[in-house]
């Protein structure tokens, strides 16, 4: 069955970067594109941007641009988020979700702690 | 951008009654390939949201019949015919006709 298994927590501080994984199985990984979401704690859910698994390709919201930096492995079927330059308000939990427009199915998500 | 409005925002609802939430958008989601792409996702507490409905009202495999979507143009609608306890949780609202966008949510809770 398709599956989508996120690294684990992580707390950082201030100025630091993380990098977030999303391994797939269960599926042709280039066959479908995958997103990433984010969501502030106890807030909703925003678009961060998704990525060709084809092509390495990243398409990025305008308040993500800069920080913000996707990119895939086809070789193990996985991608990855980096966030550099850590702040506060980067603070809240990280999905990735499959497929262009379809969102069909989610990693579980990764809570990323931004904490001086 | 393109703009989700969901209400109502807070939901009571009592076990065996019908329940509607609304989603209005700031611009029309008739993608140029004749689908709009208007998808219903339901987030219970402490899990990854769980995709219900896509294309404005297509049910995922595995979705109660209870859930049902509908809609056109600029305004959508996700109805629970008999709500059970189980349908606690947040319920969104997104548009990938144009950059992906969510509503803001829409909590159910039981009376």
């Known amino acids: 069955q398709v599956q989508l298994v996120q690294s684990g927590s992580e707390l950082k501080k201030p100025g630091a970067s993380v990098k977030v994984s999303c391994k797939t199985s269960?599926?042709?990984?280039?066959?479908?594109?995958l997103n990433w979401v984010r969501q502030a704690p106890g807030q909703g859910l925003e678009w961060l941007g998704s990525i060709n698994t084809n092509t390495g390709n990243p398409t990025y919201a305008p308040a993500f641009t800069g920080r913000f930096v996707l990119s895939v492995d086809t070789s193990v079927s996985t991608a990855y988020l980096e966030i550099i330059r850590l702040k506060a308000d980067d603070t809240g939990v990280y999905y990735c979700?499959?497929?262009?427009?379809?969102?069909?199915?989610w990693g579980q998500g990764t809570l990323v702690t931004v904490s001086s | 951008d393109v703009v989700l409005t969901q209400s109502p925002l807070s939901l009571p609802a009592t076990p065996g009654q019908p329940a509607s939430i609304s989603c209005r958008s700031s611009q029309g989601l008739l993608y140029s390939d004749g689908k709009t792409y208007l998808t219903w996702f339901q987030q219970r507490p402490g899990q990854s949201p769980r995709r219900l409905i896509y294309q404005v009202a297509t049910r995922e495999s595995g979705v109660p019949d209870r859930f049902s979507g509908s809609g056109s143009g600029t305004h959508f609608t996700l109805n629970i015919s008999r709500v059970e306890a189980e349908d606690v949780g947040i319920y969104y609202c997104m548009q990938s006709t144009h950059w992906p966008t969510f509503g803001q949510g829409t909590k159910l809770e039981i009376k």
């Open positions: 979700a499959r497929g262009s427009t379809n969102f069909d199915k």
């Open positions: 269960g599926y042709t990984f280039t066959n479908h594109g």
